[in-house]
């Protein structure tokens, strides 16, 4: 897989308005787009269209939409995904293997679903507020576990648990949000880490949002990431 096709860019925006200028810059130098929650509450498949015929070479997309339901709203709810031309789709890990093996099932061979284990935002305490006594990384084991077995191509993890994760599960699907080149705030993020040490420790794909829509030149801040990515590969 090309450096380019390992990053993605989080098009978080409140509608499309806001959101097509940014992609417009950023769409040509990523292998993948994700349309999260905000800009698809407001726009909807609109969203998912506008980063499909960004570009000639256009990304693939990435819908981040962390479904958590019953199995058979969640299946059906991938099913739709899968319709729209999406190739990732996210659910949460927490909804159990009924759950995750019904989103597989609903989307099919074109769209991979890909399950949440533990937000980036979480950290131990937050997890024991939610009753879960395992640290992060183990609670990210667990939960990857049970979403591999239920039919999962794979799963989101922080680049922290990344390389237990590879080590586990060689053929599973990492991705890794929480990523921000060196020097930048960490923001709302908990267990983050450089693109480079995400890549190294084992990720598929890394996902970079704020670094990139704060750039003064998106565009140029992308290219910068995916060579940062290119260097971590040993890539010339």
Do not use: Y
Not at 93 to 114: E, F, N, T, Y
Not at 123 to 128: I, K, V
Request: proline share 6%.
């Amino acid at each position: 897989m090309a450096a380019r096709d390992r990053l993605a860019f989080a098009l978080d925006a409140p509608d499309l308005a806001r959101a097509l200028p940014l992609l417009r810059r950023v769409a040509p130098e990523v292998g993948v787009v994700k349309v999260g929650l905000e800009l698809f509450v407001r726009a909807g498949p609109d969203a998912i269209r506008a980063v499909r015929e960004a570009t000639d070479r256009a990304p693939r997309v990435f819908l981040d939409l962390k479904l958590h339901d019953i199995p058979r709203t969640v299946e059906r709810a991938a099913a739709n995904a899968a319709a729209l031309g999406v190739e990732l789709l996210t659910v949460h890990a927490a909804g159990g293997a009924a759950m995750l093996g019904a989103a597989c099932s609903g989307a099919g061979d074109a769209c991979r679903i890909v399950a949440v284990t533990a937000l980036t935002s979480l950290g131990a305490p937050d997890l024991r507020a939610l009753g879960v006594a395992d640290e992060p990384a183990a609670w990210v084991d667990r939960l990857t576990d049970l979403a591999i077995g239920a039919g999962c191509a794979g799963i989101v993890c922080s680049p922290l648990e990344a390389a237990a994760v590879r080590a586990r599960h060689r053929g599973a699907l990492i991705v890794t949000p929480g990523v921000r080149p060196a020097g930048a705030p960490s923001g709302d993020q908990a267990r983050t880490s450089t693109p480079e040490d995400a890549v190294r420790a084992g990720a598929d794909l890394v996902v970079v949002g704020r670094p990139i829509h704060e750039a003064t030149d998106p565009g140029e801040a992308a290219r910068g990431i995916v060579r940062s990515i290119a260097a971590a590969l040993g890539e010339t």
